[in-house]
């Protein structure tokens, strides 16, 4: 199988590359290279017989095109996907979720590609204050990244209805691992906190979200992506619900730190409250998390431990201005 996937050089698409790869499949990796995008995360691979790169926009409708020749399947994680930086500068968000995901999609229905699959969020669906989120539920995005990113989801569906296109979208929920860019609140809170920095609680820190190990994440996408139903939805949450203070409090025991790191600061914008995601779908096919949250968090921990020469190259240049005006007057 040949596959393109798009942000390859990101967090969750590194990972999806490496068990494609590993699984036999061919891939090739189209990636704009934005500020998440880091070369390194796929640097084991860059030398295998079935790995190919592609630097380029998924806007670029001349690039796109030629990429997307003699490909099975497009996965589609390219996206700005923080929503902080979507508070501060939302145009970025609206160019490559909802305009990039549209040229994507029209390459993909001009060359007759077999299959798109389109990396959603639990995001789209807004805020619960009890029960889960399934499928059929209306969106609500609350944020312009959440909006954008409904807005792809949007286009995907329209592609189905109106050329008959063989699309699925997998809505993820919050995930976690090796190799996430550190501005989101685990691998922020652990590099923040080893190096005895102070960690920005947004409010009350009750926030609650629904955490799910990277790997696991993608295999909820392969799963979708070989046994999914044209046209469907399919939810992806590792089911481990907790309020953000919890998660600040193992990373301090973790990191052999103490609370006087905790720093609460003004609340996000719009902040949603609670995330919560029905996964009974993707069960149905067959797909059920394997790691366990604490296990998986120290894993993470661990890995973030002994890379520092990983992190420590990004949080200089760009990151420390994004990092004073998103914290700095708070
Ligand atoms: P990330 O920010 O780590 O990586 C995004 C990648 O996309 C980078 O490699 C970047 O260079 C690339 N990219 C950005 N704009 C591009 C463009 N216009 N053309 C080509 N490449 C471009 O993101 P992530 O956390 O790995 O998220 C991947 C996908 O999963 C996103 O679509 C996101 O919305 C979705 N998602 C993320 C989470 C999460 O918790 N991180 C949860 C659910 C869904
Ligand atoms: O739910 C899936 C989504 O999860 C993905 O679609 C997004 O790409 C991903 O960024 C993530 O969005 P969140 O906004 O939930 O993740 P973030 O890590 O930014 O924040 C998690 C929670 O922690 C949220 O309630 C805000 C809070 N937070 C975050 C940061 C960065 C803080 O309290 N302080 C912080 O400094």
């Not at 929920?173 to 102070?198: C, H, M, W």
């Not at 096919?285 to 790691?291: D, I, T």
Request: aromatic share 10%; proline share 5%; glycine share 10%.
């Amino acid at each position: 199988m040949k596959l393109l996937v798009t942000g390859g050089c990101g967090f969750i698409g590194s990972a999806f590359v490496h068990m494609a790869i590993e699984r036999g499949a061919e891939v090739v990796n189209l990636d704009k290279l934005t500020y998440a995008g880091n070369p390194e995360n796929v640097a084991d691979v860059a030398d295998h017989p079935a790995y190919s790169f592609v630097h380029a926009d998924i806007a670029d409708a001349e690039a796109v095109a030629e990429a997307v020749k003699g490909v099975d399947a497009v996965v589609n994680f390219a996206a700005e996907s923080h929503v902080d930086r979507s508070i501060l500068d939302p145009g970025e968000f609206i160019q490559t979720d909802v305009l990039g995901t549209a040229v994507l999609l029209d390459a993909c229905r001009t060359a007759g590609v077999g299959r798109f699959l389109q990396v959603s969020t639990d995001e789209v669906y807004g805020s619960i204050p009890s029960g889960a989120f399934k499928e059929t539920d209306p969106i609500n995005p609350s944020s312009p990244y959440s909006a954008s990113k409904a807005g792809g989801d949007l286009q995907v569906l329209a592609w189905h209805r109106t050329y008959g296109m063989d699309v699925v979208i997998t809505r993820g929920s919050n995930t976690f691992g090796p190799r996430q860019y550190p501005e989101k609140l685990i691998p922020l809170f652990v590099t923040n906190a080893l190096d005895g920095l102070s960690l920005p609680v947004y409010g009350d820190g009750m926030q609650v979200r629904d955490w799910i190990f990277a790997d696991d994440h993608c295999e909820g996408i392969w799963t979708a992506l070989h046994s999914g139903a044209a046209g469907e939805v399919y939810n992806v949450g590792g089911g481990y619900e907790a309020p953000n203070i919890e998660i600040t409090q193992r990373i301090l025991e973790l990191t052999g730190r103490d609370e006087s790191l905790i720093a609460h600061v003004e609340d996000r914008p719009g902040h949603d409250r609670r995330y919560a995601l029905d996964t009974t779908r993707l069960r149905e096919l067959g797909w059920e998390p394997s790691r366990g949250f604490p296990e998986a968090l120290a894993q993470t921990v661990e890995w973030y431990t002994s890379r520092r020469e990983w992190w420590e190259p990004i949080k200089s240049g760009e990151y420390r201005a994004y990092y004073e005006r998103q914290y700095g007057g708070r």
